[in-house]
């Protein structure tokens, strides 16, 4: 007897600006999917960015592409909110009418099997606490699995959420501006978290420049959400996103020599084959914080040289450093 045909019950969060290629590729990626509902955020051009109004213009008119049973919702922004509440500002909205779903933003281009992936574990683990995410993308395909299970646990990534679906329960515990963060680096408590002493530097130094808004954005913030509460993301053994915008017009993906910039993807068997044991692989987030998040030799050279700068020294050379680290694709 033949599978039935696969057909999607769970809602997508389209959130797209400016990249109209990436926009488009994404958007035929869920077309194809064909969910009941999606939600489509789009933000306004920026000040001074006169050439973004007609990108903008041509990516909204991809809701017009909607040729399937679905209830088309848009959240379409007349005044830019930037990359940090636009993101948050749409995600929002989302989980304000729905109690969970799958979020992909312009850049992140996924498998056709994804979608069935993240519902699957959308039930599987609706009522589950200790998760706090299901990631689609998982760029250690070199690592060789010691079983066949479908995916794994992970408390230890920084980032990087290119695809990933979740619950309205977990929204609810999310705090973008990370208020006891001055709690939580006075106490200690992350030192005893971390896996390595790099990580243990690394993670204070991201959750610091978070919460201060040296870095700009939604995603470490929620990775710190994840961390307080002792939860735990899901991560495929075979890679399912690919992030496309690699390039001068990303956030954070400013190089196409970032080590990150691959593709890889797979599809997932069905059904899932789900871990027999509910623990962390250690070994594995140890093995990918070394190669896509410990910073390179060169970023602790330049950290040191910040260190030993007056105060106003630093501040005017951190914006050119930084723009200079991000197009060699180092981090």
């Known amino acids: 007897m033949s599978e039935q045909p696969y057909t999607m019950r769970t809602a997508v969060l389209f959130i797209a600006f400016r990249r109209v290629e990436e926009s488009t590729a994404v958007f035929q990626a869920i077309r194809e999917a064909r969910p009941p509902r999606l939600y489509f955020a789009v933000d306004a051009p920026r000040p001074g960015k006169p050439e973004e109004a007609a990108q903008v213009a041509r990516i909204r008119e991809l809701a017009g592409l909607v040729d399937w049973p679905c209830e088309l919702k848009t959240l379409f922004n007349e005044v830019n909110k930037g990359v940090k509440y636009g993101p948050w500002n749409a995600m929002k909205w989302f989980f304000d009418q729905e109690e969970e779903g799958i979020i992909l933003e312009d850049d992140c281009l996924p498998h056709p099997?994804?979608?069935?992936?993240?519902?699957?574990?959308?039930?599987?683990?609706?009522?589950?606490?200790?998760?706090?995410?299901i990631i689609g993308n998982n760029l250690m395909d070199e690592w060789m699995p010691a079983n066949d299970d479908s995916y794994y646990y992970t408390a230890h990534g920084y980032g990087a959420y290119w695809g990933w679906a979740s619950?309205?329960?977990?929204?609810?515990?999310?705090?973008?501006?990370?208020?006891?963060?001055?709690?939580?680096?006075?106490?200690?408590?992350l030192d005893d978290?971390?896996?390595?002493?790099?990580?243990?530097?690394?993670?204070?130094?991201?959750?610091?420049?978070?919460?201060s808004g040296h870095i700009v954005g939604w995603d470490f913030q929620f990775d710190y959400s994840r961390t307080i509460n002792g939860a735990m993301n899901i991560?495929?053994?075979?890679?399912?996103?690919?992030?496309?915008?690699?390039?001068?017009?990303?956030?954070?993906?400013?190089?196409?020599?970032?080590?990150?910039?691959?593709?890889?993807?797979?599809?997932?068997?069905?059904?899932l084959k789900h871990p027999k044991f509910f623990l962390v692989d250690r070994d594995r987030d140890l093995a990918y914080f070394s190669k896509y998040i410990e910073p390179s030799r060169l970023r602790k050279f330049k950290d040191l040289i910040k260190s030993l700068l007056p105060a106003e020294v630093d501040k005017a050379v951190t914006p050119f450093l930084g723009k200079l680290q991000r197009k060699l694709g180092l981090h």
Not at 177 to 188: H, I
Not at 193 to 211: G, K, P, Q, T, V
Not at 238 to 249: K, Y
């Open 113 to 133: 099997t994804w979608f069935r992936f993240a519902e699957d574990l959308l039930e599987h683990h609706r009522h589950d606490q200790r998760i706090w995410a």
């Open 167 to 189: 619950w309205r329960r977990t929204w609810e515990r999310y705090d973008l501006d990370m208020k006891d963060w001055p709690e939580l680096r006075k106490s200690g408590l």
């Open 193 to 211: 978290h971390c896996l390595s002493n790099n990580e243990r530097i690394e993670a204070n130094a991201i959750f610091e420049s978070s919460w």
């Open 235 to 271: 991560i495929p053994n075979v890679n399912l996103i690919r992030n496309i915008g690699f390039g001068n017009d990303g956030t954070n993906t400013l190089s196409g020599l970032d080590p990150r910039n691959k593709d890889g993807r797979q599809a997932m068997g069905f059904p």
